[in-house]
């Protein structure tokens, strides 16, 4: 069974719209890690965020916020007032306490910003 | 600057022929490992390494074979039992739980 959704396979946006990135996860685990990478056309991914299990608290760091919802079990991105910077492939991961080695990634969702 | 290197960042294959790509971490982490990413698709493990001179195979080990002998350094062979190489190959370290990836080598069948 996929532990990570990313259901959006790709996005297309018009500049300084805001657009969210849908992350769902599974797992039986009460400790786990979540994450956000980027990969802009480059191929090198981007670290952008990490949460643990016991912190719901939502973040925002510039114009990048992400919404983390343990009943849903989502972990969703938004990106506010998108740029053409933005275009890339966005990863959401899952890594759980009986091995934090081992990261679970999604399937990316590609989000195109066009100027 | 620390970080980690990966080369060559492009690699052309033969029929037959071992290949070894290149992982550098100077970041000082303890683990190390290598995903392989075909187009389109989300990121696949193929071997990590919590240690040195110790490893673990991932989901698609079959074809590689990797080598931990420094802390540093954790290059990865694509062997000729690997069919299908073609691929897109990232390295990564992580000290604790987040893991951070180097800059990955296509690997290209001549």
């Known amino acids: 069974a996929q532990k990570v959704t990313q259901a959006q396979t790709e996005i297309s946006v018009v500049e300084k719209e805001d657009v969210t990135l849908d992350c769902v996860y599974e797992t039986r685990d009460t400790t786990y890690y979540l994450f956000w990478y980027k990969q802009p056309p480059s191929g090198e991914l981007v670290f952008l965020i990490r949460?643990?299990?016991?912190?719901?608290q939502n973040e925002i760091s510039g114009r990048y916020s992400w919404n983390f919802q343990k009943s849903t079990s989502s972990f969703n991105f938004t990106i506010t007032a998108s740029q053409v910077v933005d275009s890339a492939v966005y990863f959401c991961?899952?890594?759980?306490?009986?091995?934090?080695?081992?990261?679970?990634f999604g399937s990316g969702t590609k989000l195109n910003v066009k100027p | 600057d620390g970080g980690i290197t990966q080369s060559p960042k492009y690699l052309f294959r033969k029929e037959g022929q071992n290949v070894t790509l290149s992982c550098e971490q100077n970041?000082?982490?303890?683990?190390m490992y290598w995903y392989r990413q075909d187009p389109g698709q989300g990121l696949r493990l193929i071997y990590y390494?919590?240690?040195?001179?110790?490893?673990q195979k991932g989901d698609i080990a079959e074809g590689y074979s990797v080598s931990r002998e420094k802390k540093e350094s954790f290059p990865l062979t694509v062997t000729s039992a690997q069919k299908n190489p073609t691929a897109f190959y990232l390295c990564a370290s992580s000290m604790r739980e987040t893991q951070y990836f180097g800059p990955g080598t296509r690997l290209l069948v001549l």
């Open positions: 991961a899952l890594s759980e306490a009986g091995n934090f080695n081992k990261f679970y």
């Open positions: 970041l000082n982490h303890d683990a």
């Open positions: 949460r643990n299990s016991f912190d719901e």
């Open positions: 390494s919590q240690i040195v001179n110790d490893f």
